[in-house]
């Protein structure tokens, strides 16, 4: 009953008990782990009772996401690698950190 | 109604397996009368010994399971618990502890986790010591348990909370969430008593009423919204009350495996139940071998077992036909639609002896012995 058949809590994005933007900084909280998974050739965000493919963007973040640098900062660099709008990508990881902590996956520092 | 032409059997590989639960010992302290594991345990003499545990873990991880679950019976029976478990973290496998809590020390808990325990999983049965000392029919095993999780909180280690709801504990509901909210868990899992083996013997003791079901879905809905980024809430309801099964192990054989503390491999915990089932064992064959080859997880893959009227459903790929073991266990036919369906001919006998048992005043348990 443990497995993934048990009913997945719905992530309600509308109603943020925190704030998070661009000053926010965030790390993976204890007990969730990226993994590289050979036997699927993917990376895997590993959590209570989760396992997450991650896409490469996904990964990209949350391999930025170490403690100390805000999402402002992230955001920036991955505009220079990227060639991408910072505005853009930092709704985008807004949204993603929003959701992974709804899921108390990761740790909001401040 | 179509003719079924009846495909040539292709059997598509299937995918690897995601999450192993390891049942390192039957032995328990606790007596829930509506105890998984099957009727007949393993005795402390037929279970795999540590080097055993550690190579099937080896085998696991090779084949791509990435959750292990550490359980029992009370895992911390197992004298090798913590060898065990930084054998699997080494193997970079996700380890999970299934616990009642008792059993653990402070001292234990710490070692646990610096040999690289993932995530602790502390089952309560109430939320008061009287009803929880009742169900588990363990004196002192509520304030225990307390006291675990203050020592997994003071590790840093995420706790779940497990709550197994029946009738009578179901109306503190409520007050367990506020708990697991207190003891500072990030996860609760509310599963409701699965009718199988043990529970059978004290349904009339342990099946909720329809209302009951009702009020726990509703406060369990209102709970996910308020506690949310809070406390993440899994809720497994109660099936006999449903008009659609569970789809058990999301399929059989597709996503996980199961050890007895012998070392027999099943794809769920329950299906030694079924008698035409033969298992095959860690000490003679690969994991490998057990999850791609073996008769038992290939008996239920696929659809081509399902008889009428799951065959022709819309369904069928959402609950892969519900459950094989209630299916055993109700219709006689493990390969039968679970009785739980609204389709099923036995559906109606079953709902009706659910409400019969929900209504029943007996509160006596016939505890796990």
Excluded at chain 2, 148 to 173: E, R
Excluded at chain 2, 274 to 286: K, Q, T, Y
Excluded at chain 2, 303 to 309: A, G, I, K, R
Aim: hydrophobic content about 40%; glycine content about 8%; charged content about 25%.
């Amino acid at each position: 009953m443990t497995e993934d058949t048990a009913v997945e809590t719905g992530g309600n994005a509308s109603t943020p008990d925190i704030v998070i933007d661009g000053a926010t900084v965030a790390k993976l909280a204890r007990g969730v782990k990226l993994r590289e998974d050979p036997v699927r050739g993917q990376t895997v965000l590993l959590a209570p009772e989760r396992a997450l493919a991650l896409d490469d963007i996904a990964v990209a973040i949350v391999k930025a996401l170490d403690g100390v640098k805000t999402l402002d900062i992230i955001a920036a660099e991955f505009s220079e690698l990227f060639g991408a709008p910072k505005d853009d990508i930092l709704a985008d990881m807004i949204a993603f950190i929003r959701e992974f902590s709804n899921r108390r996956m990761l740790e909001i520092a401040r | 109604m179509n003719m079924v032409v009846k495909a040539p059997v292709t059997r598509v590989r299937p995918s690897p397996p995601i999450a192993m639960l390891a049942e390192l010992t039957h032995r328990c302290p606790l007596g829930c009368p509506y105890c998984s594991n099957p009727l007949e345990l393993v005795k402390g003499s037929d279970e795999l010994s540590t080097a055993e545990w550690i190579e099937t873990f080896r085998q696991a991880a090779e084949l791509g399971v990435l959750h292990l679950h550490l359980s029992g019976g009370e895992p911390a029976a197992r004298r090798d618990l913590t060898e065990l478990t930084k054998a699997a973290a080494d193997l970079g496998l996700y380890t999970n502890l299934i616990t009642s809590g008792i059993g653990l020390t402070e001292k234990r808990l710490n070692e646990l986790a610096e040999a690289g325990l993932d995530h602790v999983q502390l089952s309560i049965q109430g939320s008061t010591d009287a009803m929880a000392d009742r169900v588990g029919n363990y004196r002192g095993g509520y304030a225990r348990k307390m006291a675990v999780a203050g020592w997994v909180a003071a590790t840093g280690m995420p706790l779940t909370v497990n709550a197994v709801c029946h009738k009578q504990n179901m109306d503190q509901i409520g007050d367990m969430l506020d708990l697991a909210v207190q003891l500072g868990a990030r996860r609760i899992e509310v599963a409701t008593v699965q009718f199988h083996g043990w529970a059978e013997r004290n349904r009339a003791a342990l099946m909720p009423t329809r209302e009951q079901v009702e009020r726990t879905t509703a406060l369990v809905e209102e709970a996910r919204k308020r506690l949310e980024g809070v406390l993440v809430i899994d809720y497994v309801a109660a099936d006999h009350h449903a008009r659609y099964p569970k789809a058990c192990m999301g399929g059989w054989g597709s996503s996980g495996l199961n050890v007895t503390p012998s070392g027999r491999v099943l794809p769920c915990h329950a299906a030694e139940s079924i008698p035409s089932l033969h298992f095959e064992s860690v000490r003679d064959a690969s994991l490998s071998h057990i999850w791609y080859d073996s008769s038992a997880f290939n008996a239920y893959r696929g659809d081509d077992w399902m008889q009428e009227p799951c065959r022709s459903c819309d369904r069928k790929h959402i609950d892969h036909g519900g459950c094989r073991c209630q299916a055993m266990a109700l219709a006689g036919d493990p390969a039968a639609t679970d009785p739980v369906c609204v389709f099923s001919p036995h559906h109606a006998a079953l709902a009706e002896q659910a409400t019969r048992d929900a209504e029943s005043l007996e509160t006596d348990f016939v505890y796990r012995g």
